[in-house]
C-alpha cells in the first residue's frame, strides 16, 4: 500500500448541519496489480447539498457514482479537494441483509452495533417495520421475504443508523421493473416524512425525476458534473406527469443518450 | 435408500461367494456371516471398546473443529501470518502421522490425550480450509455497509465474519469424519489398552481376522452415525446455509 497524501482537511461533522459540501474532489482506484496505473474514478467534482434536500445523482454505469458515495461516507478519502459532510450511512444496490438474521434484527442491526441490547432494539424497530408495511414479518429471515421487502429492511436499517445522511445507491438496481417503480413511489413517501438529506444514486432518470429535488447528471468515467437540473414540481410525483415527462427528457439529453 | 440396500445387499452377496468358493483363507478374508457373528458373539467387548474409541473420535473432532476454526480466524485476520503460517500447515499435511504417534504416546502417555492430539491433527486441516473458504467469501460490500454503520474490526467479525465462517467450519468436520476414525485406529495402534483399534491389534496375530472385520463394521457404522449428526447440527445452526443461496453466490 502506497500512503496517499491527504489533501482534504479532515472531514469535519457539525452537528445539526446535515449538508453535504463537496469542492473539486478528486479520487483514482489505485491499480489492481502492482504497477498497474490507477483509475479515476471522480475528477473534480463539486456539489453543495443542503440539509433534508434530495439530490439524485444520474450517470452511466460505471461512471464513479458509487465511488462518489464511498467519499461521501468516509469509506474512501479523497486524492485531491474538499470533502464535508455530516455523518452519512451507505444503503447498497443488494440488501446485504445478513442471512443469520431475522428482519426486525437486521433492521436494528445499527442499534445492536452501538450497544443497545437486543430487546430494547427490537422494540425500537419494530414500529418501523410495521410503518413500512412488514407487520407480520418481523421474524422472518432474509431468504424468506421478496426482493422488495428486503430492499424496505435494508432501508429501515439505513434510518436507524440514526445518520442525517443517507447515501442510496440504486436502491432497486437489483429488482424487476414493476416492483421498481412500487418502490420508487414508497421512496417517495417515505422520504417525504423523514428529515434527512439524501443523495440518491441511480441510472434510472425517471425514478430521479420524480424523487429529487435536484438532479446531478454525471459525465461517463472519470465522473464530472455534466448538468444540474432543479426539479420545482409538486410532490407526490407519478412518472406519467407532464413535467417529470419533461425533466426526463432533458436528463437523458444532458447524459448524451 | 432402497437403492443404497440393494448395492449392499449384492456386494455382501459377492463377497461371502468369494469368501467361501474363493481360494482364500478365512483368517486372511472371513465371509460376511462369520463377520455377523463375530459381532453378535464378541458383541460386550466390542461394546466395550467402541465406547472408547467413539470418545476419542467425537472428542478429537470436537478439538479439531475449534483449533481449524481459531487457526483460521487468526489466518484471515493477519496476512503477515497468512504467508507465515498457511504453507507450513500444508506442508505439515504430508507428515505421515506413524512418524510422529509415537512422539505423542511419549508426551502424553496411553490415556486418552495422545489420541486427541493424533485425530485433532489429522482432522483440523480440512476445517481450517473450508473455514478460511468461507471467510473470504464474505461480501466486502458487506464489511463496508458495516463500517458506515460505525462497526469496529471486532463488530465487523462478531456481525459478519463469524456467522459466515460457522458452516465452513462444519463442512470441515464432515470431510474429517472419516479420517477422524482412521486417525484413531492408528492412534491406537501407536499405544493403548482399549478402543476398537486396539481390538484390531490384538485380533490379527490371534488370526480372529472376523473380530476385527466385526469392529471394522462398528468403526464404519460409527462415521455413518457422526455425520449424520453433524448433519443435523448444520439443519439447527446454520439454517440460512442450505436456503441462501443469494448470499454466498455474490
Redesign the interface.
Known sequence: MTTRLEAAPPRTTAEGHGGVELRDVSFAHPGRRRGARPVTAVDGVSLSVAPREIVALVGPSGCGKTTLL?LV???LAPDAGTLTSAP???M?Q?D?L???LDALDNAA??L???GVPREAARRAAQPLLARFGLEGFERA???ELSGGMRQRVAFL?TLL?GKPVL?LDEPFGALDALTRAEMRDWLGAALAGEQRTTLLVTHDVEEAAVLADRIVVLTPRPARVAAVLEVVLPRPRRATDPGVVALREQALEALGA | MIAALLILLVLLGGWEAYARLGHVDNFILPAPTEVASALWDDRALLWHNLLVTAQEIGLGILVALAAGALLAIVIHLSPTLRRAIYPLLVGSQAVPIVIIAPLLVVWFGFGIAPKLAIIALVCFFPVVVTTLDALAAV?P??L????????TRW?EFR??EA?AALPGALSGAKIAVAIAVIGAVFAEYAGSSAGLGNVILQAIPQLETARAYAAVVLLAAFAVLLFALLTLAERLL???AR??T??SR?
Open positions: 464511498e461516507c468516509g469509506l452519512a450511512v451507505l447498497p443488494h446485504l445478513l442471512p443469520w442491526l445499527a445492536r452495533i452501538h429471515r432474509p431468504y436499517r443508523s447515501c | 461480501d460490500e458487506q463496508k455497509l458495516l463500517r458506515t454503520l460505525d462497526a463488530q456481525w459478519v456467522p446454520v439454517p440460512w436456503r441462501d443469494e448470499w455474490r
